[in-house]
């Protein structure tokens, strides 16, 4: 629609892309006004933001939201875009690392803490840039689910989750290092796994970088392998999410007291080897 006020010619547009291919059924709206061909004001809403129990569906909210600017556009042309600008900002140009650990454990001298040490040294060995994080140590609150990312790219929440994504937005090889903790991944880890679900927004709308390979190395306290199946899924399952490809797996049972790891024969070197493969593209 095109709105001629002011001595400027606005357009106001509404556009439906079907984004089923990410998610069953989701559709994106995008709410648009140009000025002479400029971006002026932007706002998009998606069909997964909305619970069945609730009154609004997204393409209802699109029109309402498309109805109310056209009234204040005609009502006040150089107000009217305040706070409607487009945005948010392009994510930063990825700052490159070799190498990003992920110690997923929140006991800092305990046997993922070792294992992220030797990961690291084999980069440093290589003369390779690392970074390390401690998810539990940062803010970053939990995934509420509510789908805006797949509106922006961005998720709603600005805490210590930006700066991770920025992290592994640039690295070449991840490595995450895991105890088990209920079958499963600590609560901390866990938390970085879901608020991931905003980098996977970010590729999905803008593209992401290939080639990216991830490894995991967990540690159990009881004997056997079946004490690795759930964390292994759960790690597989969110490299593949972001298109990192699954490099290997180094499980290690019957590791229980702090620094249990340290007496297992060879597993420095095992974790090295591992380590340097992939960063060498193997
Ligand atoms: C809350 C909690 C839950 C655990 N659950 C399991 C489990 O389900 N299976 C298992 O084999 N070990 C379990 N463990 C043992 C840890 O996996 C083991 O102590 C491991 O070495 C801890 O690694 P870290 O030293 O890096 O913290 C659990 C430990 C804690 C504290």
């Known amino acids: 629609m095109e709105i001629v006020c002011g001595g400027d010619r606005y357009v106001l547009a509404v556009q439906r892309e079907d984004f089923s291919a990410v998610y069953p059924g989701m559709v994106r709206y995008s709410v648009t006004i140009t000025r002479d061909g400029r971006p002026e004001a932007v706002f998009r809403t998606n069909s997964y933001e909305y619970s069945p129990l609730v009154p609004l569906r997204a393409e209802e909210v699109a029109m309402a ?111 995450i290092c895991s105890p088990v903790y209920t079958f499963t991944v600590p609560a901390g880890l866990k938390l970085v796994l879901d608020r991931s679900q905003a980098y996977h927004a970010e590729r999905v709308l803008t593209g992401g970088r290939n080639g990216q390979k991830g490894l995991v190395m967990v540690v159990a306290g009881r004997q056997g392998e079946a004490n690795f199946t759930c964390v292994t899924r759960v790690l597989s399952a969110f490299f593949a999410n972001l298109g990192i490809a699954y490099a290997g797996e180094i499980l290690i049972d019957r590791v229980d007291a702090t620094r249990d790891i340290r007496v297992t024969t060879g597993l420095g070197d095992k974790v090295r080897e591992a380590v340097k493969r992939c960063l060498a593209g193997k």
């Open 65 to 175: 939201t498309a109805d109310a600017w056209e009234a204040g556009l005609r009502a006040d042309p150089v107000a009217f875009p305040e706070g409607y600008r487009p945005g948010p900002l392009p994510h930063p140009v990825p700052l490159l690392t070799d190498l990003v650990v992920i110690q997923g454990s929140p006991r800092g001298d305990g046997n993922c803490s070792i294992l992220a040490g030797w990961a690291t040294d084999a980069a440093r060995d290589l003369g390779r840039t690392v970074q390390v994080i401690y998810p539990h140590d940062l803010d970053i609150h939990c995934c509420i689910g509510c789908y805006q990312c797949y509106n922006t790219g961005f998720c709603v929440f600005a805490d210590d989750m930006t700066g991770i994504i920025d992290v592994i937005r640039g690295a070449s090889v991840i490595v």
